[in-house]
Every structure is written in C-alpha cells, then in structure tokens.
C-alpha cells in the first residue's frame, strides 16, 4: 500500500498518516480511505479508480492450471508411461496443451503486463493526492509519505514471459513423442545391392582353378602355371625332345 500525509493550515484538522491499502485482484474502485477536507471537522470519503482484476484474475488463473497439468504429466510420465504411449494418443494431447499454454502464457502474460503498468498509474501518489480537495488548495501541504512496492508484481510478470518461453520451447520436445515426427522422417532406401563375386568376366574361370589354389595344367618344365596359362619358352632342348620321342 501506499501512505499520504495531509498538512491542513489548521493543524489540529490535518492527517499526516492516510494509508491506502490494495491488493490483488486489484479492484481499485473498491479501495476507499478517508481524507481531511481542512475545513473543520469534516473528511471526505474517497476511493481509488480502476478495476484491474479481469488481466490479474486471467494470468492467475493460467498460472494455476499450467501447476496443475504440469503436476499430473510429471505423474503419467513416470508411472503410466505404457499408457501415454498407446495409440499415440498420450504424446498427441500433450502436444496440443503444450501449444495451447505457450499461448496462453503470452497472452496472459501481456495481458497482466499492461493492467500492471495501470495499477502503477492509478496508484501513483501524486495522482491520488489529486483526488483530495484539501490538496488543490495552496495553503495546505500534501504530500507522499511511502510509495506502493512494486517489485513482487513486477518479477510476476517476468515469471510469466518466462513462462512462455519455457513452454514454446517444451513444443519441439513434446513433437518428438509424437507419431507426426516419426513419420515425417525419410529414410532413403538402400540401393547397395550386394553382387556375387565372379571371376568369369575377362577370361577367368573359377572352375580352372585346383586345390593348391594354382592351374593344373603342366608347363613345358613340369611345373605348375601360376596365373592358369602353359608357360612355354619355346626352347627344343635334348630332353624337350626325348619327351616327344
């Protein structure tokens, strides 16, 4: 809340310590405090203006039900996670609540920021001294004691962009569990196809081939050929001949 001090030129008609006291859902028009009109006796009864509550009452009422569903998707992940997986009907709502909240979350979170912005305004102290008729004479003092405190509001409302962020980037994570993922991904087909082995292309033949992994047909010089061939030289040597006698 915020403390006014009212300095009448009469000072046994003056109030130095008004305290006006607001708080959520901020309906200011329902904040009333009393104030010293300085002439006599005679206060005046006012009240604040504004009615902030529809933005406060909204981000709140995201914030409780974001707890909420994240508390009960904490519990089916660790405990039905067969369930959540069936059908793919588990990962699918979650996908759609996480986009659903992310949005509200921004939503909600501008909403408040705004209406925030207005309870600063309507609970500036000079403009509410401004409503008090004994502070539009110049011969009485009026004047702020204690401004409202603002910081816990205003971290609220960090709170609630973060929020937003944390649940946008929830989305990509969500959309993994689900089968549209799975099935967007293309996997190219192999057209590696394995081809048999064969040596009988360019003149080799497998079958040529013996046991002692060489060619079984006998040289001019009794010994085995080593790539399948008769090897010859062509040379008529005395046992050459004697061979062909």
Same mark, same amino acid.
């Not at 699918?92 to 986009?99: A, C, E, K, R």
């Given at each position: 809340?915020? =403390?006014?001090?009212?300095?009448? !030129?009469?000072?046994?008609?003056?109030?130095?310590?008004?305290?006006? !006291?607001?708080?959520?859902?901020?309906?200011?028009?329902?904040?009333?405090?009393?104030?010293?009109?300085?002439?006599? %006796?005679? =206060?005046?009864?006012?009240?604040?203006?504004?009615?902030?509550?529809?933005?406060?009452?909204?981000?709140?009422?995201?914030?409780?039900?974001?707890?909420?569903?994240?508390?009960? +998707?904490?519990?089916?992940? *660790?405990?039905?996670?067969?369930?959540? =997986?069936?059908?793919?009907?588990?990962?699918? *709502?979650?996908?759609?609540?996480?986009?659903?909240?992310?949005?509200?979350?921004?939503?909600?979170?501008?909403?408040?920021? %705004?209406?925030?912005?207005?309870?600063?305004?309507?609970?500036? $102290?000079?403009?509410?001294?401004?409503?008090?008729?004994?502070?539009?004479?110049?011969?009485?003092?009026?004047? $702020?004691?204690?401004?409202?405190?603002?910081?816990?509001?205003?971290?609220?409302?960090?709170?609630?962009?973060?929020?937003? *962020?944390?649940?946008?980037?929830?989305?990509?994570?969500?959309? %993994?569990?689900?089968?549209?993922?799975?099935?967007?991904? =293309?996997?190219?087909?192999?057209?590696?196809?394995?081809?048999?082995?064969?040596?009988?292309?360019? #003149?080799?033949?497998?079958?040529?081939?013996? $046991? !002692?992994?060489?060619?079984? @047909?006998? #040289?001019?010089? #009794?010994?085995?050929?080593?790539?399948?061939?008769?090897?010859?030289?062509? @040379? /008529?040597?005395?046992? /050459?001949? +004697?061979? @062909?006698?």
């Amino acid at each position: 809340g915020l =403390r006014l001090s009212v300095d009448c !030129a009469n000072k046994s008609e003056s109030d130095l310590n008004i305290d006006i !006291a607001f708080a959520y859902p901020f309906r200011l028009h329902q904040v009333n405090f009393d104030a010293p009109t300085c002439e006599g %006796k005679r =206060r005046e009864k006012l009240s604040l203006i504004g009615d902030f509550s529809s933005s406060a009452e909204f981000f709140v009422t995201i914030a409780v039900f974001a707890f909420l569903y994240s508390l009960a +998707a904490t519990v089916v992940y *660790i405990f039905f996670q067969n369930k959540y =997986r069936e059908n793919n009907r588990g990962p699918l *709502i979650d996908f759609i609540v996480t986009v659903v909240f992310s949005f509200l979350w921004l939503v909600s979170s501008s909403a408040w920021a %705004k209406g925030l912005s207005d309870v600063k305004i309507a609970t500036d $102290p000079d403009e509410v001294l401004l409503l008090m008729s004994a502070c539009k004479q110049q011969s009485n003092k009026c004047l $702020p004691v204690r401004s409202p405190v603002m910081s816990s509001l205003n971290t609220s409302v960090v709170f609630g962009f973060l929020n937003f *962020i944390l649940w946008a980037g929830n989305i990509w994570f969500v959309f %993994k569990e689900t089968g549209w993922h799975s099935s967007g991904q =293309r996997h190219p087909p192999d057209t590696m196809e394995k081809q048999p082995s064969s040596y009988n292309q360019g #003149g080799y033949n497998q079958d040529s081939y013996g $046991p !002692a992994g060489g060619y079984n @047909q006998p #040289g001019s010089y #009794g010994q085995v050929g080593e790539y399948g061939q008769s090897q010859s030289y062509g @040379q /008529s040597g005395p046992t /050459s001949f +004697a061979n @062909q006698i």
